[in-house]
């Protein structure tokens, strides 16, 4: 059970796993006390004597003690020379704010945050604390939500202008978290264009790293994820932070290394190219963080993650619900195609088994490559003559559920939208537009805008009656300014761009609460928990190949579970790499996503059509444990040749082991497996061979799994418990 504990000046949140303990300092100072595995007892004199700081009158602002003090919500230009949380302009031009705690609360739940996504109330408390600068009258009010059901603590900060004068803030992370040493290990996910997400791992030093995005998108170069870990930490245990920011804009996630070997963690909208104006009585309400806490290393790290998104944040109607198997027609036919030969590929994926077929880019305006009609989006009538409807129609006459795709936020500067509203896109007057696939960027802060895409994406879906829409976002931004508003509030076209696109995005699945909505952005550029609020999946890359998806689902597992990841076999040659894979491997790590196909099914043989059919039936029948379950990474392609990983059903009856070894070697022993998450106590059969095995076992001794001598060979064994508990 969450609980919040008061003892005079302390106040100590903690679950059956976690503690995380703050107290109000001789004059209002937040300080920061603990965050970390559970705490029967906290001294705050204790630990505060560890930063060299007196707890009682003597303590004072003065004589630059804040530069010692771990804080909650600090500020730079008043004795502390750290990274601060935050930073706003008074009236007078000066920078330094001085929050002093006003007063404090405790609720049952947690409060919605206004226009901005965040995980969801019911089996938690929360502590709210208003504190005020006296000399602007700025008020900050914190918010700390503990779970019952997750070793994770939300943060949140609204900012409101209590005084009489406007005020501009320049910095409002969400998170500071000041740690009292720096033993640890950084890790961050940094990637490109179909390579996303990398992990990174290397020794905290003295000074300031981290990573951020500053191109509007969370973007595929960074994620708004951080994490912390003991050098003695590894996968299965040791101690380790895990921060998440859920956010779809520019970003920074940073640790600040002091003087005196402490660490403070900062997380929040990146502040190169923010400035917020709060006119009095207006409030700014900074994005949520997550903060997880975990002693079962990386793996359990992400165990906490995947619970709590699948639990509070995706849709709810979605979050546990089969998805369909899709096949998407962009490798199978790019910009070239008409409705026959849709419906004949729409007629083969049939046959095999999809339940849901997708139309991508090139149905609108004059589309026949990337350099025209984005906003247009009305039928190409001279490759759907007989529009959406009938294409829709012909599809779902073969049983087939229909999906299209679009990329709403976006604008050609060659589009009838471009003409009639040049004003619609970001831009400075004056300057050259900078185009990037050949587009600009809808200026989504503004209302007119969000109107239009709703009104387009609503006349879209009802027209087609899809099923499904692929929502992608194919650039980053550029050309920061809006005509909508006044030069003093041009630094705040970023976070109005991406408030703008939550409202609509909030808007369309309120309206569509049975359409699957699959985010997107050249791939995995915004794959974020600001975007999962709304869409219970993303397209993970657009690179399909085997191998390099072995990395990247790996790596986007620390923080999102494979319910999130859409997933596709492709053809081979493999379009992005060249690389041949076998069919069953490109099968077994699409299976590790929301499963799917990305390719033209006319042009299977005969064999792998057959295949198609019988892997259609394996993800259906392993789909709710697949989704639903509990995922373990046990070998990682970062560290060697082969990749596994399985998922446990809750009751431990049932598990799904993958294992991909990426170069064939000769004279090689085939890869045992250590297990994870079965029950020991319990004997499990291999589901293709009728083989038993002790969960004990599988898990102490591991799995023997013969590979074919072949690149990219893989293995898939299911197990089935076969005696009671
Ligand atoms: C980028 C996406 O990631 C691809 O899957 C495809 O939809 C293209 N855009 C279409 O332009």
Known sequence: ????????????????????????????????????????????????????????????????????????????GLGDYREGAVTVAAPDGSRAVDL??????????????????????????????????????????????????????????????????????????????????????????????ARERDIVRRPLC?????????????????????????????????????LSLIYSGSFAARADVSQFGTARLLMGIDDADFAWRLEPGEAFQAPEAVMVFSEEGLGGMSRQFHRLWNARLLPERWARRPRPVLLNSWEAAYFDFDADKLVSIAEAAAKAGVELFVMDDGWFGHRDDDTTSLGDWFTDRRKLPDGLKSLGDRVRALGLQFGIWMEPEMISPESELYRAHPD????????????????????????????????????????????????????????????????????????????????????LTEAFPEVLFEGCAGGGGRFDAGILAYMPQFWCSDNTDALCRCRIQYATSLVFPPSTMGSHVSAVPNHQTGRVTPMESRFAVALGGCFGYE???????????????????????????????????????FEGNDTAWMTV????????????????????????????????????RDV??????????????????????????????????????
């Open 206 to 242: 003295p000074g300031v790293q981290g990573v951020f995005s500053r191109r509007g998108a969370s973007s595929h170069q960074a994620s708004p994820f951080m994490a912390l870990v003991r050098p003695d930490a590894g996968e299965a245990r040791g101690e380790v932070i895990g």
């Open 1 to 76: 059970m969450a609980e919040i504990l008061r003892e005079k000046n302390l106040f100590h949140l903690r679950n059956e796993h976690i503690s995380y303990v703050l107290c109000e300092m001789p004059g209002g100072i937040l300080a920061h006390l603990y965050a970390g595995p559970r705490l029967s007892a906290v001294n705050a004199a204790n630990l505060l004597r560890h930063a060299g700081v007196a707890t009682d009158h003597s303590f004072s602002v003065q004589e630059c003690m804040l530069d010692r003090l771990p804080q909650e919500y600090p500020s730079y």
């Open 688 to 725: 293709a061979t009728g083989e038993i095995y002790g969960g004990d076992e599988l898990m102490k001794v591991g799995l023997c799994c013969p590979l074919s001598q072949c690149d990219a060979a893989s293995a898939m064994i299911e197990l089935k418990a076969v005696d009671e508990a």
């Open 424 to 507: 619609w896109c970001l831009h400075i007057p004056g300057r050259e537009g900078i185009t990037s696939r050949h587009q600009f960027v809808l200026d989504m802060g503004r209302e007119d805008v969000q109107a239009y895409v709703c009104e387009a994406v609503t006349r879209t879906l009802r027209e087609s009656g899809a099923a499904y829409l692929k929502w992608d976002m194919n650039r980053n931004i550029t050309n920061i300014g809006s005509a909508a508003l006044p030069p003093e509030r041009q630094g705040e076209v970023l976070h109005r761009y991406i408030l703008g696109l939550y409202a609509v995005m909030g808007r």
């Open 599 to 637: 390719l033209d099914p006319r042009q299977l043989t005969e064999a792998d059509r057959a295949a198609m059919r019988e892997q259609i039936a394996m993800a259906n029948r392993t789909q709710a444990l697949r989704l639903n379950g509990t995922f373990y990474r046990l070998l990682s392609p």
């Open 100 to 193: 002093r705690l006003a007063s404090t609360e405790v609720l049952e739940g947690k409060p919605a945050l206004e226009g901005l996504p965040a995980t969801r109330g019911g089996g938690c408390a929360t502590l709210r604390l208003a504190l005020r600068d006296g000399l602007t009258g700025l008020e900050a009010e914190l918010c700390y939500t503990i779970f019952d059901d997750c070793d994770a603590v939300a943060r949140s900060v609204r900012l409101v202008n209590g005084g009489s004068a406007a005020l501009t803030v320049t910095r409002a992370f969400s998170l500071c978290l000041d740690l009292p040493d720096a033993d640890w290990e950084l890790i961050t996910l940094s990637g490109s264009w």
């Open 649 to 684: 059903s809750e009751d431990r009856t049932e598990a799904l082991v993958t294992v991909v070894r990426a170069l064939a070697q000769p004279n090689v022993m085939p890869p045992l497996v250590k297990l994870a998450g079965l029950d020991a106590g319990r004997r499990y």
